[in-house]
């Protein structure tokens, strides 16, 4: 891929939001800078710049370096907040409010972080924590507080979150 293939790989995914296309423009630039060690001295300057800029002025944090697939989706561009360490897979939607990252361990150790796979669909205002893998296709519902892991296909809820049906049931009786 090259640069400019890069940075707009979240564009036609954001069709209905220039806020969640300009946030993922501006992410991508920045983490465009994991790609080659050149990058990462020369993209200093800009990893400050896009920091002050989404995080202080967006009030949205998303690493510079967070592993995130292609088309990526933001909708409501707020209050969203990932650790760096999250991994996430292609085509997945965020909303606002959601906060996807570690936890403290009993052990006083921090976690690592979820790995999320494709397609996922997380509502709003919610909070996916801890060494925990989201299927495919899995939808979150807003307001879950996510603590285990979720199998592909899987429609969750609540708080703690828990399997609520599947997608393709949620699909019949749409
Ligand atoms: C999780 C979700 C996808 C499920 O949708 P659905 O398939 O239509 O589910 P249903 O409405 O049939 O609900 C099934 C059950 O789960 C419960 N439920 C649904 N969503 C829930 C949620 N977010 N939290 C807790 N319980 C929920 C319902 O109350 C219902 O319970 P019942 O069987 O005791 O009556 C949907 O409710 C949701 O939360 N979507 C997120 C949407 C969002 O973020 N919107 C904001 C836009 S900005
Ligand atoms: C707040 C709301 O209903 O937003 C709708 C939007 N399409 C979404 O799914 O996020």
Redesign the pocket.
Known sequence: MNFIEFIFQDWAANSTSAKGRVILLLFRIANFCTTRKIYYYLGYPYRIFYKILVEWFFCIEIPWNTKIGRGLRI??GQGLVLNSQVVIGNYCTL??CTTIGNKQLPTGAISVSPVIGNYV??????CIIGEITIGDHV??????VVTKSMPANA?????P?VQ??TRL??VE??
Do not use: D, F, L
Not at 155 to 159: F, L, R, T
């Open positions: 909708y409501h909303r606002h669909e997380v509502g709003c205002n919610a939808t979150i519902g807003c307001g879950s429609v969750v809820a609540g708080n979150a609520i049906k049931q949620a009786v749409a």
